[in-house]
Each structure stands twice: as C-alpha cells, then as structure tokens.
C-alpha cells in the first residue's frame, strides 16, 4: 500500500488549537493534523470569503497573484 499524495492545498477548520479556518500549502509544516484538501479555486474562494492563510508557508502569496 502507498502513500497518500501530498494536496497542492489544504483547508485546516477552526477547531481546538486553530482559532480560524486556515489555508496551508499541502506540503506545510505547520498545517495540523486534520487538513482538507481543496483545489486552488476552492482555496481562492476561501480565501476571499474571510479565511486566514498560513502565516509560515503563505499560500495567499500564490494563489492571489494578479
């Protein structure tokens, strides 16, 4: 049995120890335990709508590019 592939993208939900629902990089270190995968445009979309994007791997400095 192989691993998981790694998501491009990542949802962390406000929970316990994650004040807010968070965008990560999928490859992110600090990105929690329970990470939901989401394409970019869902990733842009939440972004948009009020979600805090990861202040260690910056996924905003990505996806937000003009």
Known sequence: ???ART???GLAEASIGVPT?????GDCWARGRSLLAV???RARAEL???A???VVCGPD????RP
Do not use: F, K, Q
Request: net charge positive; glycine share 12%; aromatic share 4%.
């Open 1 to 3: 049995m192989g691993r």
């Open 7 to 9: 998501p491009n993208w």
């Open 21 to 25: 629902t968070e965008i990560h990089r």
């Open 39 to 41: 394409s970019a445009e």
């Open 48 to 50: 948009a709508g009020g």
């Open 52 to 54: 805090r994007p990861c």
């Open 61 to 64: 400095r990505v996806l937000c």
